[in-house]
């Protein structure tokens, strides 16, 4: 005979136990301030300082987001760890952002200026990634492979070169 109220618990404890291991990666999935305390040096969380350069212009927004580098989480539609997406407020034509990372790990970084502050991407809009990987009208999205940054204990310094349309091209604003 079965113990039905044994085998009841039994499932209550597994389903418990899976809602718990499913939970940590929904609760990363956070919208977040840009807390330039959590990259200070000596800092023992693994976090990603985000050096945005090559801006159009001071206007719109600025949307910095971390992903899993993995093929089945990079760039994928709600798929992000941490986003911050603050008002563009550009000194000397960049901008610092400390992205913080749930563990030590490999991570990928992608950055939207949305000229017109719409929350949409439109043709005007710039953009870049870790790893600064080429882009073209017929390939917006470089692979993992490209964009992949190892984060280990502490702080990974990175940079990130904005390119916007201009013509037929993707790349980089022309510097005087």
Same mark, same amino acid.
């Given at each position: 005979?079965?113990?039905?109220?044994?085998?009841?618990?039994?499932?209550?404890?597994?389903?418990?136990? &899976?809602?718990?291991?499913?939970?940590?990666?929904?609760?990363?999935?956070?919208?977040?301030?840009?807390?330039?305390?959590?990259?200070?040096?000596?800092?023992?969380? $693994?976090?990603?300082?985000?050096?945005?350069?090559?801006?159009?212009?001071?206007?719109?927004?600025?949307?910095?987001?971390?992903?899993?580098?993995?093929?089945?989480?990079? &760039?994928?539609k709600g798929q992000w760890i941490n986003r911050i997406d603050i $008002?563009?407020?550009?000194?000397?034509?960049?901008?610092?952002?400390?992205? $913080?990372?749930?563990?030590?790990?490999?991570?990928?970084?992608?950055?939207?200026?949305?000229?017109?502050?719409?929350?949409?991407?439109?043709?005007?809009?710039?953009?870049?990634?870790?790893?600064?990987p080429d882009i073209s009208l017929t390939n917006l999205k470089p692979?993992?492979?490209?964009?992949?940054?190892?984060?280990?204990?502490?702080?990974?310094?990175?940079?990130?070169?904005?390119?916007?349309?201009?013509?037929?091209?993707?790349?980089?604003?022309?510097?005087?």
């Amino acid at each position: 005979m079965v113990n039905f109220t044994n085998l009841t618990a039994k499932a209550a404890i597994l389903l418990g136990g &899976l809602v718990l291991v499913a939970s940590p990666a929904q609760a990363q999935r956070e919208k977040i301030d840009n807390d330039m305390r959590l990259c200070r040096a000596g800092s023992a969380k $693994p976090a990603v300082l985000v050096e945005v350069v090559g801006f159009k212009n001071s206007a719109g927004r600025i949307r910095v987001q971390s992903y899993r580098a993995t093929k089945q989480s990079w &760039l994928k539609k709600g798929q992000w760890i941490n986003r911050i997406d603050i $008002p563009v407020a550009v000194s000397g034509n960049k901008m610092l952002f400390c992205v $913080p990372v749930p563990a030590v790990g490999d991570y990928g970084i992608a950055v939207r200026h949305d000229l017109d502050g719409n929350g949409k991407s439109g043709w005007s809009d710039g953009g870049g990634f870790s790893g600064n990987p080429d882009i073209s009208l017929t390939n917006l999205k470089p692979s993992v492979r490209k964009t992949r940054i190892a984060v280990g204990k502490g702080i990974k310094r990175i940079r990130v070169v904005l390119n916007y349309r201009q013509g037929l091209s993707i790349e980089p604003l022309k510097t005087t």
